[in-house]
Antibody, heavy 121, light 107 residues
């Protein structure tokens, strides 16, 4: 059974750096074709894809946010970490991590419950 | 790449046939997925590769299209289908952009 869970601070101040951790079970990020991505959703707004890391350490980022984000994995801990610099109130959102299989053009088939991050002074 | 969904919202009755479209700003072959999201919940994958039904998704959901124009159809709307639907492009050489969403409401 595949599960994912997001963790991190619920409140950060503007200009601070946010670190979110996705802890997963039921699969390994060292298995060929596996990826874990981050997606966010501001309150009442649409989904926005942020970043994705694959089993081979290939990292992909949203072009509009690439300069602020770093995604890393720790295969031994079954974790993926997203670091976001220079946080702004517009970054207030629910942040999700999700599992993806690269082969066959598959989507994000397993999601965490999400964690709400508020950016405010 | 941009994905434009239409309509942004619609009202329908139980039993209605509902169609949602997603248009990509450039060709993405069949690299498209559809998700359903209910309030306060994570999205649920319905369809990938434009037309392949994810495991355990009811057969009243179907997807079609390729290139730039795609469609999600619900053949007979059920009470549990009232939700917001998103498309997402899945060509890994491009940003994995989501569409703006279509909210399906009860008429």
């Amino acid at each position: 059974q595949i599960t994912l869970k997001e963790s991190g601070p619920t409140l950060v101040k503007p200009t601070q750096t946010l670190t979110l951790t996705c802890t997963f079970s039921g699969f390994s990020l060292s298995t060929n074709g596996v990826g874990v991505g981050w997606i966010r959703q501001p309150p009442g707004k649409a989904l926005e894809w942020l970043a994705l890391i694959y089993w081979n350490d290939d990292q992909r980022y949203s072009p509009s946010l690439k300069s602020r984000f770093i995604i890393t994995k720790d295969t031994s801990k079954n974790q993926v970490v997203l670091t976001m610099t220079n946080m702004d109130p517009v970054d207030t959102a629910t942040y999700y991590c999700a599992h993806r299989l690269y082969a066959g053009g598959r989507g994000f088939d397993y999601w965490g419950l999400g964690t709400l991050v508020t950016v405010s002074a | 790449i941009q994905l434009t969904q239409s309509p942004s919202s619609l009202s329908a009755s139980v039993g209605d046939r509902v169609t949602i479209t997603c248009r990509a700003s450039q060709g993405i072959s069949s690299y498209l997925a559809w998700y359903q999201q209910k309030p306060g919940k994570a999205p649920k994958l319905l369809i990938y590769a434009a037309s392949i039904l994810q495991s355990e998704v009811p057969s009243r959901f179907s997807g079609s299209g390729s290139g730039t124009d795609f469609t999600l159809t619900i053949s007979s709307l059920q009470p549990e289908d009232f939700a917001t639907y998103y498309c997402q492009q899945l060509n890994s050489y491009l940003p994995l952009t989501f569409g703006g969403g279509t909210k399906v409401e009860i008429k």
